[in-house]
T-cell receptor
């Protein structure tokens, strides 16, 4: 079946360093991927997305990389700040765009 | 502008009872989806509605049902509550199906 999963459940980084959060997916038909940030007590917040016809997309302080050969994507956060502390989910959107399938999440802890 | 609003924010119910959760999408958004998030896991897709029609259903029992009203707000109903139904229930809306979802902060349901 389809699954989207993460390699590391918890990631601790020093403030100012770069963070890299990894994600593997199993559905080779997936064509749209999204990264969400979820802070305690809140719903998931959209960060950045990428379509399968791209291998890199950049936003403000964030970059998503997609490697379709090994079915892997990553989220890079530059100059990590305390406000970046949250749980990050990768997700894929396929099946007629009717649903988003989330992975289990990685908790990012920023050390001041 | 108001985001996706959900009510109530917290709810405690007894096993066997019925619950109704409500969601108001962002103004102009015609697609509404419901997700269940168990503690420590990613959100799981329950339903998606677009223009008042059910467009997708996740792997949830028939105890779960939903509907979308002419003003695009939505209700999620759960009958015969089980302890395992305790979770954060998230509503998300989007302008078009499957892309650009904005999530609400959720309803925390506790079944005792």
């Amino acid at each position: 079946g389809e699954s989207v999963g993460l390699h590391l459940p918890t990631l601790s980084v020093q403030e100012g360093d770069n963070s890299i959060i990894n994600c593997a997916y199993s559905n080779s038909a997936s064509d749209y991927f999204i990264w969400y940030k979820q802070e305690s007590g809140k719903g998931p917040q959209f960060i950045i997305d990428i379509r399968s016809n791209m291998d890199k997309r950049q936003g403000q302080r964030v970059t998503v990389l997609l490697n379709k050969t090994v079915k892997h994507l990553s989220l890079q956060i530059a100059a990590t700040q305390p406000g970046d502390s949250a749980v990050y989910f990768c997700a894929e959107n396929s099946g007629g765009y009717q649903k988003v399938t989330f992975g289990t999440g990685t908790k990012l802890q920023v050390i001041p | 502008d108001a985001g996706v609003t959900q009510s109530p924010t917290h709810l405690i119910k007894t096993r066997g009872q019925h619950v109704t959760l409500r969601c108001s999408p962002i103004s102009g958004h015609k697609s509404v989806s419901w997700y269940q998030q168990v503690l420590g896991q990613g959100p799981q897709f329950i339903f998606q509605y677009y223009e008042k029609e059910e467009r997708g259903r996740g792997n949830f029992p028939d105890r779960f049902s939903a509907r979308q009203f002419p003003n695009y707000s939505s209700e999620l109903n759960v009958n015969a509550l089980l302890l395992g139904d305790s979770a954060l229930y998230l509503c998300a809306s989007s302008l078009v199906e499957g892309i650009g979802y904005t999530f609400g902060s959720g309803t925390r349901l506790t079944v005792v």
